[in-house]
């Protein structure tokens, strides 16, 4: 199974997808009303459980030695605008946004082939450093993807864009949550025991903003009808307004159930 092939764009799927667009959008070429949505999708990977149950990584998956920093901390995937008020008006549905994002505004609304196919970033060399230091997927352009679908329809540069998700992701994994994670790996845990771990690292009664994502060895999807049971992702509610004051609880939302079992394998 070929990941750069089977990740289609989605983002109930990775997604790993190109498009040809430049870097920078100036302003006037913004779509009017793409500020106003209501929250953004903060997903990160446990790159262990990632490389266990994704085949043909290749670069991504080069270094699983236990004492790597990625494999105890959560890495990055992405951080997804939800479906633009103007959007919703024009009487576009959810599962269309999130399988196009900021393709959609491309002639014919086209999707180029792989994510590699996306012009190169050329991030400055300290901000290249950091994020790959922090997103091992971007070996295979995760990171010309997350922009190009994510964020260039927004009006963001890529320097304006990836320290401020590298920065969630620091405060992410200064949490107990995260912690509690890495004490755990190697280790089958129960699904409500982790759910508690992170309501109580953020101080709310519940993980209704926690999506917890697994998958099942052979049997690699980003769907959510099959049940998995090693630990790949977490996908975290944000209200859009409250960004900056993430953790804090009352900067998250409610947002999916996951698809993970009853009981979760937590890869070392």
Known sequence: MNILRVIKASVLSLGLI??????????????????????????????????????NAGPACKDLSPDAKINQQWTMH????????????????????????????NPEHGLPKDSCANPALNLPAALHQRLYANMPMANICLDRHEYYKHVACFGETPEQFFPKELDLLDKLNATSFTAFIRVHRGQWVARN???????????????????????????????????????????????????????????????????CAEKIHILN
Not at 90 to 102: D, F, K, R
Not at 238 to 247: S, V
């Open 193 to 259: 025991t982790i759910l508690k771990a992170f309501a109580e690292s953020f101080k709310v009664k519940n993980a209704d903003a926690l999506e917890l994502r697994c998958e099942t060895p052979g049997r690699h999807t980003h769907e959510l009808e099959h049940q998995g049971n090693i630990l790949t992702q977490a996908w975290i509610t944000i209200h859009k307004d409250k960004i900056n004051a993430f953790p804090a609880p009352d900067s998250l939302e409610k947002g999916r159930k996951g698809n």
């Open 78 to 105: 992405g951080l997804w605008a939800s479906r633009p008020q103007s959007l919703i008006a024009s009487g576009m549905n959810g599962p269309t946004w999130w399988h196009y994002g900021c393709y959609w505004y």
């Open 18 to 55: 190109g498009v040809g667009l430049t870097s920078s959008l100036a302003a006037a070429d913004v779509p009017q009303g793409m500020q106003n949505f209501n929250h953004y999708t903060f997903a990160v990977m446990w790159h262990p459980g990632v490389c266990a149950s994704w085949t």
